[in-house]
């Protein structure tokens, strides 16, 4: 299927000839029927030759009723322009082409209608110049007479023409339905309408709704009038809500795939139309079927910042139009480029941010987005509207390789200086760490920790060389140093190393330092013990018991028994089933 919306001046002949190509009647209200005249968004739609099926959104022409036209053509792909052969080109033939220019809609076709009242000739010629120099381009012109019939054939063969060059969205695209439409059904409950620009919608799937955000389930689906389980874009649907009220939704909110769009209130835009400087400061944002206030901010010559009324769901890259509802004018078409845009707090924000936005055209790009912003998360990147394809560099976050290397060394200088500062603490904590890069996750603390640092017990060291030991210390290890070194295997007394004023975490430091051996709590030796010691129980017969290997090493059992098993657990001695052990390897191995 796909979807084109009419445009043209009032009294063209859009809604005949929409009548005319499907049979059915696009002007839906009897108020419409009466004074003749559209007013709001009809809908109706007719298989072609080939078989293909096309929807038609006929448009109201009239200049009153411009923003339920908006509402219309916003969403759609393609566009059939009318122009009446016996009027020409009117007020409401340049504004729609405006509109159509600025939303940046490509495909079309022109039709000039009764042309059994006047040669079609005069209107086609400048209607074709006129769309020629838009986004529209050249297009193929058909003169028609929805009173005799005339063209209608030539038309719908064209139509096939048409629809087989539209592009085909890409599957898998994120569901964006930008109501047009909401009634009640007696029984059924609340029914929203629109044109489905691409993505899947499913019976039971569930969608977010613009406006409150809350989840909400899509009981069942039409398209064109019939049930359906399923509807690909490009296509009009009808969507069944369950536990939606008429409250609370209507023209201008959208259904969702939940968690791809940026809900937001603030973008920066490239406006393609009049020069940025002379817009009014208040002017309407129309995109999709909806239609905001938005107050603007000039940054630069194309540029500007715009604060909508309400949030809408934007992403890089969209295309709006913004319209001065006083003057009753299309002031240009905008570009989204940044739907999370920085606060311009500090002095030369402003032009900093024109000079970055002079630099941005609209296309979502990965890199460009994280070297901006240094740090993302995968969500916030592709609400944007950004395809993300390189790899995390924890969890669900994503780093511009500059900005991470940048981390790496500020991690680096920061464990520094903490442990200077902290000189009997293992390590620095990840959460202090945390605070002092300014990270949003632990996780990434814990990622950023290559060597020379390393990361044990949820604390971040320089591996080894945790510093000098603080004058104290070193004066007490080093006087405990020489006692042992006359006795290597004797481990003071615990009330020894507290005369000494080696408490637990001074040893801790000096262990680290790599200054004493812990072989439990309070029994410390020097480090090269180990050494010592193999080379001593080597020179037994093997295997060796316990109280053989203590007596000539000349300690006791407090010392003997844990200096065994740090033996054990290195692979220097091995201890056999009756407990007896034997030296494995020589001294220096260990
Ligand atoms: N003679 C003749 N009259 C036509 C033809 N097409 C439309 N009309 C008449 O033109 C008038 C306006 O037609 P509509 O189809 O309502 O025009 P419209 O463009 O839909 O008007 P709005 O929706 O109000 O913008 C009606 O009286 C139609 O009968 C045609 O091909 N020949
Ligand atoms: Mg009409």
Redesign the pocket.
């Known amino acids: 299927m796909q979807v084109i919306a009419t445009a043209?001046h009032?009294?063209?002949?859009?809604?005949?000839?929409v009548r005319a190509l499907t049979g059915m009647e696009p002007d839906r209200w009897a108020e419409e029927r009466r004074r003749?005249?559209?007013i709001d968004l009809g809908f109706a739609w007719t298989t072609l030759p080939s078989g293909a099926v096309v929807a038609f959104v006929d448009v109201?022409?009239?200049e009153r009723f411009v923003p339920n036209m908006l509402a219309g053509v916003g969403p759609a792909p393609a566009a059939l322009f009318?122009v009446a052969a016996d009027e020409g080109w009117m007020p409401q033939s340049a504004e729609h082409l405006a509109a159509l220019d600025a939303l940046g809609v490509r495909h079309g076709l022109l039709v000039v209608?009764?042309s059994?009242?006047a040669d079609p000739a005069a209107a086609t010629e400048l209607a074709q110049a006129e769309i020629g120099a838009s986004s529209l381009g050249s297009v193929e012109a058909v003169a028609?007479?929805?009173?005799t019939g005339a063209g209608l054939p030539e038309l719908r063969a064209a139509l096939d023409r048409l629809t087989a060059r539209l592009p085909v969205p890409e599957p898998g695209l994120p569901v964006r339905l930008w109501v047009d439409r909401a009634f009640s059904i007696r029984g059924s409950g609340t029914v929203v309408t629109g044109t489905l620009g691409g993505g899947e919608l499913r019976t039971g799937d569930e969608l977010e709704l613009t406006g409150t955000g809350e989840r909400v389930r899509i009981r069942g689906l039409q398209s064109l009038g019939e049930p359906t389980a399923r509807v690909a874009g490009v296509a009009r649907v009808a969507v069944n809500l369950r536990g939606v009220s008429l409250e609370q939704v209507g023209r201008g909110d959208a259904l969702l795939t939940p968690g791809r769009f940026q809900q937001t209130d603030l973008v920066d835009v490239r406006l393609v139309g009049d020069p940025v400087g002379e817009l009014p400061a208040e002017v309407t944002l129309h995109v999709g079927s909806a239609a905001v206030t938005a107050r603007v901010r000039p940054l630069g010559v194309d540029t500007a910042r715009l604060r909508l009324d309400r949030p809408l769901p934007l992403r890089i890259g969209d295309r709006a139009l913004l319209r001065d509802p006083g003057r009753r004018h299309v002031a240009g078409g905008v570009t989204v480029l940044d739907v999370v845009p920085p606060a311009l707090d500090r002095r030369g924000a402003a032009s900093a941010r024109a000079a970055v936005l002079a630099g941005l055209d609209g296309r979502p790009d990965e890199h460009a987005e994280l070297a901006r912003r240094g740090l993302m998360r995968r969500g916030e990147l592709e609400r944007m509207g950004v395809t993300v394809e390189s790899a995390p560099v924890a969890g669900d976050w994503y780093a511009d390789p500059d900005h991470w290397l940048d981390l790496r060394r500020r991690l680096v200088e920061e464990v520094t200086r903490w442990v200077e500062a902290h000189p009997l603490e293992s390590g620095v904590p990840v959460d202090t760490l945390r605070r002092l890069l300014d990270l949003p996750d632990r996780a990434l603390v814990e990622v950023l920790v290559t060597a020379p640092l390393s990361a044990q017990n949820g604390r971040i060291a320089r591996g080894g060389t945790t510093g000098a030991l603080p004058e104290q210390v070193a004066r007490a290890v080093r006087r405990i140093g020489a006692e042992l070194a006359e006795r290597p295997f004797v481990a003071p007394e615990a009330a020894r190393l507290a005369e000494f004023g080696l408490g637990h975490r001074e040893i801790g430091a000096a262990v680290r330092a790599g200054a004493l051996l812990r072989l439990a709590d309070n029994v410390v030796l020097l480090p090269d013990a180990v050494d010592q010691a193999v080379r001593v129980l080597a020179g037994l017969p093997q295997p060796f018991t316990l109280s053989t290997a203590r007596q000539a090493l000349g300690t006791t059992r407090r010392v003997a028994v844990p200096l065994l098993e740090l033996l054990d657990r290195r692979g220097a001695t091995r201890r056999l089933p009756d407990d007896a052990r034997i030296v494995l390897i020589g001294p220096g191995d260990s």
Not at 144 to 147: E, K, L, N, P
Request: proline share 4%.
């Open positions: 043209g009032v009294d063209h002949g859009k809604s005949t000839l003749g005249m559209t109201p022409g009239h009318v209608t009764r059994d009242l028609v007479s929805a009173v």
